[in-house]
């Protein structure tokens, strides 16, 4: 019998174990569960500093595009120059180039997204579903808002060949593309066999290096933009990952390799061309796993990391429009402003 002080804390969310000592079991000094797991999972340590490490990049990528560190001016213009003066001759590369960029393009991405939503909404896979929703629209949201903050122009090139609109850093080809094509092969990988696994998986890294470099190729974008969007990307589908990875060991689901076995191995017949299976997946209480046990301060600090992405995006996307309304007044109803202590405006043409 275990002494009262020594007894696991089951109600906190601690972990225990024992050793045998002459037969008998002793206790050892309990542990937090997802601690334990995360000291113990070598592959998920790999994941947690992979996803790490591309958030550090982009931050590092971010101080030295607003400072305009000359070193990285220097590559990123001299690089701009040389693939211009080597493309811009060339309509057939430029077309080449042209068709690998739209594959990247947010009417391509949004057709892909969309459709992959439909079969698993159909097939009632609504974990996955919300997962591919929750991490396209936040490169929606992560695109734009960084190129207002960031306020980086475009490359200026001898010959151009294309042309983008808004700021340069960081790529939204590279970003969305990155974000679309993981999240689809996360999703619909288990549906492959073993075998088509590896070369599909190294096929969507080429897609995605490929639609990078021809946005450098089309003079559109630096090397620090691609970078940078490959980068942010990296860090936020490891970071909604990392969220339904939390959220599938709260329900008592195993914990997965997604980029051997895709984030939910279980789904598999349901992701093939068949009849979807027929068991419903109650739901939980809010803040407990679907066997009652209360969430991880792990899954919550994630949830919320995501949550606060897409929050963000949701008020910068009813804030855009209503700040450039009128001219920047955001006047919606259209009533008079107030005239009390405002100066005189000049009449349109006055020359002053």
Known sequence: MVPHGLQCGSALGLGCGSWPVDGAHVPHVPRLGILANVNTDK???????????????????VIAVRIRWVPLESVDRGVADELNELIAPSHVLVSLMGGVSRVGSFAVLFWLITIGATLLLVR?????????????????????????????????VEQPVAHGGGNSFPSGHALNSLICYA???????????RSWRRPVLIATGAVVVLIGFSRLALGVHFLSDVL???????????????????????????????LEEGLEPEAADDLHPTEPH???????P????????????AWIVTAIAVAWVLTF?????????????????????????SRTGSPPTAPAGSGT
């Open 43 to 61: 592959p998920r340590m790999r994941r947690i500093w992979g996803f790490g490490g591309a958030a550090l990049l982009f931050s590092v990528l």
């Open 124 to 156: 009632r896979q609504f974990r996955l579903a919300a997962f591919l929703g929750a991490a396209a629209v936040g490169g929606l949201v992560l695109d734009p808002t960084l190129k207002a903050a960031v306020g980086r122009l475009r490359p200026v």
């Open 183 to 193: 999240a689809l092969l996360l999703v619909f990988l288990p549906a492959l066999r």
């Open 228 to 258: 940078g969007g490959w980068a942010l990307g990296a860090a936020w589908i490891g970071l909604c990952a990392a969220a339904f990875e939390l959220m599938r060991q709260q329900h008592g689901d195993r914990v997965t390799a997604p």
């Open 278 to 284: 027929d068991g419903e997946l109650q739901p939980a």
């Open 286 to 297: 809010l803040g407990h796993g679907q066997d009652g046990t209360p969430r991880g301060p």
């Open 313 to 337: 995006g949701a008020l910068v996307g009813l804030g855009t429009p209503l700040a450039r309304y009128h001219k920047g007044n955001g006047n919606v109803l259209g009533t008079a402003p």
